[in-house]
Each structure stands twice: as structure tokens, then as C-alpha cells.
């Protein structure tokens, strides 16, 4: 029996043994069996999360006029929304911080038989997003816009996160790194090999959970502030390791 045969058959064993020991190599967590005394690697994932409260509110709101016009429809609409502007900026909004995220005109159209159909209006549908800084006022914000839009607000939602994440996410790469070390370190024993150094690390984050929020404009006139909860925020970020591994 030459050396080759040899290697392939330890090779054979090996699987066998990952496979009786219910080691799955899946594209986040494999093991590469050596075909030599070098091993080529382990390649795992490691999780890290951290939980934080958002610092900014971002809150979507528009107007939407529906005239005989075009112009009429423009003209009211353009109204609207500098009234809608004109009170969250009194409530503490930036100009900065207000910007454009949908504007459209569109026909409303009559459909009768044996007709064609024929145009009875024009819609102007105009959108804003605001970034609340202060988030305790994103409350007095929301209902600020719903009181100075009047029938022709639309709030589409509100959602919260953190401007700066990244100051949040050192703890949770130290998390992450060590629960890939632990994993690298569970299937190097189980293939019966000794774990080596990392190779190399790359990363991706996520977070942002979104919290709608969406309500009927005339509740906004009057009573009692309209009431929005920031909660907490899972910020996640996910390491890829390498490491070698030797007989």
C-alpha cells in the first residue's frame, strides 16, 4: 500500500468519525480534513449582539390633496405641507433634518361603460421624512404635523435608531470572536486537531428594527399626546474567522 492510499483512507475515516459524531460542515461552520500534516483550515461564524436604546426617531409624514386641477391640487398641497414644516420646526425639528422623500401628481380617473375613461381630478401626494434628535419629542413632533396638516396629513410611520452604532459595537465584537473561537475550537476536537491561529476575520452588522406606527389624522386634533415608545434596539454583528489547524 503506497502513501496515497494511506492518506485517502485516513481521509475516509475522518469524514466517518464527523459523521458518527454529528459534526455538520455547513457554509458557516466546516471543518477541512488535511490531506497532509498541514491542515488547511477551520472556517467558522461567531455572533456578537448588544442592546441599546434608540437616540433618533425618524418619522415619515406627508400631505395628499386631491383637486379638479392640477394647479389647485399643487397649490393646496404646497400649503399644507409649509404648515406641516412650520410646526415641527417649532417643535424642535432642523431644517437639516427634514428632507424630501416622495413627491407625485397623479389623475383620478372616472370609468363609465361604453366610455372611455376620463380624468375628474389631480392628487398631489408630498412626503417627508424627519429625523427627531430629541427623541422624547418625537411625541410632540408627530402631533405637531398632524394638527398643522389637517385632513390632508398622512403619517406612513415611524421608526427609531441609533445614529451612531458603531460606539455601541466594540463589546459586541469581543462576544462574536470569542463564540467563533469556541465553535472552531468544538469542531477541532471533535476532527482531532489542534487549533491554530486566526487567518483572517471579516464582518457584517445589522440592526435598525423598525417600529410602525400609523394613525388616523383627525385623532390628532385635540386630547392627549399621541403616545410613541423608542423600547430598545438589538444592534448584531456577525465575524468570519479562519483559523489554521495543524495534526
Do not use: H, W
Not at 54 to 67: C, F, R
Amino acid at each position: 500500500m503506497n502513501i496515497k492510499t494511506i492518506q485517502r483512507g485516513l481521509l475516509a475515516v475522518g469524514a466517518t468519525a464527523l459523521l458518527a459524531l454529528g459534526v455538520a460542515c455547513t457554509p458557516e461552520t466546516n471543518v477541512t480534513i488535511p490531506s497532509g500534516e498541514t491542515a488547511t483550515g477551520i472556517t467558522v461564524s461567531g455572533q456578537g449582539k448588544v442592546t441599546v436604546r434608540p437616540d433618533i426617531a425618524l418619522v415619515n409624514v406627508g400631505v395628499e390633496v386631491t383637486a379638479p386641477t392640477v394647479a389647485e391640487a399643487r397649490a393646496q398641497a404646497a400649503e399644507a405641507m409649509q404648515r406641516l414644516q412650520d410646526a415641527v420646526k417649532a417643535a424642535g425639528v432642523q431644517d437639516a433634518d427634514i428632507r424630501t422623500q416622495y413627491f407625485n401628481i397623479y389623475p383620478q380617473y372616472v370609468y363609465s361603460e361604453n366610455e372611455a375613461p376620463r380624468i375628474a381630478a389631480f392628487t398631489v401626494n408630498n412626503q417627508v421624512e424627519l429625523k427627531v434628535r430629541d427623541i422624547d419629542a418625537a411625541s410632540e413632533v408627530l402631533d405637531s404635523a398632524i394638527e398643522a396638516g389637517g385632513d390632508a396629513v398622512r403619517v406612513n410611520g415611524i421608526s427609531f435608531t441609533v445614529e451612531d452604532p458603531e460606539s455601541f459595537l466594540a463589546d459586541a465584537r469581543r462576544v462574536a470572536i470569542e463564540n467563533a473561537k469556541e465553535r472552531a475550537q468544538v469542531l477541532a476536537d471533535a476532527a482531532g486537531v489542534t487549533l491554530g491561529a486566526a487567518r483572517s476575520i471579516s464582518e457584517s452588522s445589522s440592526g435598525g428594527d423598525v417600529y410602525p406606527y400609523a394613525r388616523d389624522a383627525a385623532a390628532g386634533l385635540g386630547g392627549a399626546p399621541s403616545p410613541v415608545n423608542a423600547g430598545e434596539q438589538e444592534l448584531t454583528l456577525t465575524v468570519y474567522v479562519v483559523f489554521d489547524i495543524t495534526r
